[in-house]
């Protein structure tokens, strides 16, 4: 199944940092794994939406953005629920 995923990132700035959310094409994946060679430890091999902090290490895959940015650590700020 391929999946289609926003390239753009969306952000978030919290009280501890900021959280961002991306997706990760099935083309990027594949990529990614073709070239395993050169990968980091923070490489990331499946298609969907991850989320990460400040300290870059990507967290998912989660089937959509909403359910990435469901699971990331977004404390609550104040003004927040006067938020439509």
């Given at each position: 199944?391929?999946?289609?995923?926003?390239?753009?990132?969306?952000?978030?700035?919290?009280?501890?940092?900021?959280?961002e959310v991306f997706?990760?094409?099935?083309?990027?994946?594949?990529?990614?794994?073709?070239?395993?060679?050169?990968?980091?430890?923070?490489?990331?091999?499946?298609?969907?939406?991850?989320?990460?902090?400040?300290?870059?290490?990507?967290?998912?895959?989660?089937?959509?953005?909403?359910?990435?940015?469901?699971?990331?650590?977004l404390p609550r700020?104040?003004?927040?629920?006067?938020?439509?």
């Open positions: 199944m391929t999946r289609n995923l926003k390239r753009a990132t969306r952000s978030k700035p919290t009280r501890v940092g900021t959280v997706g990760v094409s099935t083309l990027e994946a594949i990529y990614n794994r073709n070239n395993a060679d050169h990968a980091t430890a923070d490489t990331i091999f499946e298609p969907g939406w991850y989320w990460t902090d400040e300290r870059d290490r990507p967290v998912g895959p989660f089937d959509t953005e909403e359910s990435a940015w469901d699971d990331a650590p700020l104040p003004g927040d629920d006067d938020e439509a």
